[in-house]
T-cell receptor
Framework: DQQVKQNSPSLSVQEGRISILNCDYT??????FLWYKKYPAEGPTFLIS?????DKNEDGRFTVFLNKSAKHLSLHIVPSQPGDSAVYFC?????????????FGTGTRLTIIP | NAGVMQNPRHLVRRRGQEARLRCSPM?????VYWYRQLPEEGLKFMVY????????ESGMPKERFSAEFPKEGPSILRIQQVVRGDSAAYFC???????????FGNGTRLTVT
């Protein structure tokens, strides 16, 4: 039962263009959403988060959009840079639990083409 | 400020042996979490601990797995009588409070032969 789904295992984007990573969830109790970035042989690194009271959160080149009615969120990276090549994980939790029991998607491998 | 430290980075065990994975949280962090990543899957929650207390172990297999976070020293994830299916990357994370994002260590890759 995959409650957080990232349906694109991989994505290639030209350097300088926009990267859009998508994530769908099924559990209506999820209230808090995060994106993590992971390089090989390293742990995930927190990128950006959003709570369900917002529909957009922006931090530099990274913007997360949340569509609660569609149970969908996306991460936009613009402009994309070679250092953005990594696996990106979407994660979610019921805010009542804090963030300790995050449910992760299976990840999308982003490759930025120079 | 050192990040979350996990050791060993790689651990090879034969079936039936015990595996001990260690995690030192970031300085000042009192919340520790263990996650497991099987090949081609996302990270799955195992257990959440605070000093000397297991808060939530709903993701832990019922047998062979245990975790502790003693008053002094690192958190330990212990797997007894390992089987091939235990082969995975085990990640530890810490936070200062429930409203802060988790900071992950670089993981321990366990291989059971």
């Amino acid at each position: 039962d995959q409650q957080v789904k990232q349906n694109s295992p991989s994505l290639s984007v030209q350097e300088g263009r926009i990267s859009i990573l998508n994530c769908d969830y099924t559990n209506s109790m999820f209230d808090y959403f995060l994106w993590y970035k992971k390089y090989p042989a390293e742990g995930p690194t927190f990128l950006i988060s959003i709570s369900s009271i917002k529909d957009k959160n922006e931090d530099g080149r990274f913007t997360v959009f949340l569509n609660k009615s569609a149970k969908h969120l996306s991460l936009h990276i613009v402009p994309s840079q070679p250092g953005d090549s990594a696996v990106y994980f979407c994660a979610a939790s019921p805010i009542l639990d804090g963030n300790e029991k995050l449910t992760f998607g299976t990840g999308t491998r982003l490759t930025i083409i120079p | 400020n050192a990040g979350v430290m996990q050791n060993p980075r790689h651990l090879v065990r034969r079936r039936g042996q015990e595996a001990r994975l260690r995690c030192s949280p970031m300085k000042g962090h009192s919340h520790v979490y263990w996650y497991r990543q099987l090949p081609e899957e996302g990270l799955k929650f195992m257990v959440y601990l605070q000093k000397e207390n297991i808060i939530d172990e709903s993701g832990m297999p019922k047998e062979r797995f245990s975790a502790e976070f003693p008053k002094e020293g690192p958190s330990i994830l212990r797997i007894q009588q390992v089987v091939r299916g235990d082969s995975a990357a085990y990640f530890c994370a810490s936070s200062g409070d429930l409203n802060s994002p988790l900071h992950f260590g670089n993981g321990t890759r366990l291989t059971v032969t």
